[in-house]
């Protein structure tokens, strides 16, 4: 019964076949995979390479148990990713009886890199499960109901989402108009709205930052919602680019926090929303670079087996050359990103999971500079491998569409592109003051 059912899905994979069997089959997860691990097995550690091959054979397996053909709900596979210890690998989370190794960022970079191969949309959702998971991991303080939904998120049995940005406000997190008005027995009732937070219509957790006077970001306050409260709704918007990922519009209505619940009271939301956005953009990133090795590999396949005027297209200058340069420039950037997380790592390492302010504010302008440039660079790698495709790299036969999509939103999300940029004209200021 099960072959009958890969048989049945293989034939509703795409609509109508443009690529010959002989290429579809050596574009296959297993020889993408393939390519990836010869690119990075000279400037990741053992350790390292070998949790990237475990992830690989976790994803392989999977795709085989289902019969997936990457038009399905991909929600659905996220207890099971969960249970295997690859929604996040940002922290051991012993702290809710876990003991991943390896953690830290390097290691996140490899979990992402493994699940964007097997299904882009997918690893931008969970992406936005970490989002959640990170400031519970900083500010549980040990409560029951915050650990419990710590651990539900880690191990895949529920979804988060992180609501910051308002209709009204896009780039500018400070001044909120969402409000959190305190109770006499220590809750809080928010009101208000949040917009394009990434699972927002699918989660069942939401890590929720609201101001107790309108446009002050001095009053911000942070609060962790289960989203089957009363005063909680949720609209999907309609992302072209991302058709399988749910993407929220949510609207807060005398939404009742109990105080267990309360992350952050009015005044200290703030410094709690700032310590995760560079760690938030760190995780673009990271995604950013997966999403290019993963056009570049489809590309490279491509190019070695499809002939024109009877020869391999990669033969030719017009295509062998601009391949080249973006796997130089993606090779490039790995190695940055990698250098800044093993930095973090380190950092994490010896102050016990927790950045100091200095450290996290000398790198904002590094997570800027790499979140800028990396979105920059994926859009560009994701377009010009799709163009060096043809026809196969515009069609559903492969996941060039999700790359394209995906990398398009790119330089919106986290902060937009100009946001960037102007934190970054902002550190070269700060740098000048200090001559």
Known sequence: MENENQQENKTKRFWVQCISDEILEKLSLKNRYKFLNLNLMTVLEPDYIDFLKQAEKFYMNLEKKHGITHREDFYQWIPEIGEAGLVTRVNKFDVIGLNYEPYGMVAELIRTISTDFFDPQLAMGMGATVLAVNPLLLHHDNVDVR????????????????????????????????????QPDGSFIINGEKIYQTNGSKADWAVVYAVSEKNNGNTMGQFLVDTSWEGWKAERVNIYWTPRMHVGKETFTNLRVPKEYVLAYPGQGREHLFEGLNLERLGIVILNISEAWNALSYAFIYANMRKQFNQEILKYQGVGFPLADLWAQTMNLTLATIKICELVDSKMEKFKGILPKDVNLALGANASQLKSQSAKLT????????????????????????????????????????????????????????L
Do not use: W
């Open 379 to 434: 859009e560009r790698v994701c377009y010009e491998c799709a163009n060096l495709m043809g026809g196969a790299g515009a069609c559903d036969n492969t996941l060039m569409q999700d790359l394209l999509g995906i990398s398009r939103i790119q330089e919106m999300g986290g902060g937009t592109r100009q946001i960037q940029q102007l934190l970054m004209s902002y550190a070269l200021r700060r740098i000048f003051k200090m």
């Open 147 to 182: 650990l419990n939904a710590l651990k539900e998120m880690v191990t895949g049995k529920k979804i988060g989402c992180i609501c910051i940005t308002e209709p009204e406000r896009g780039s500018d997190a400070v001044h909120m108009l969402t409000t959190c008005e305190e």
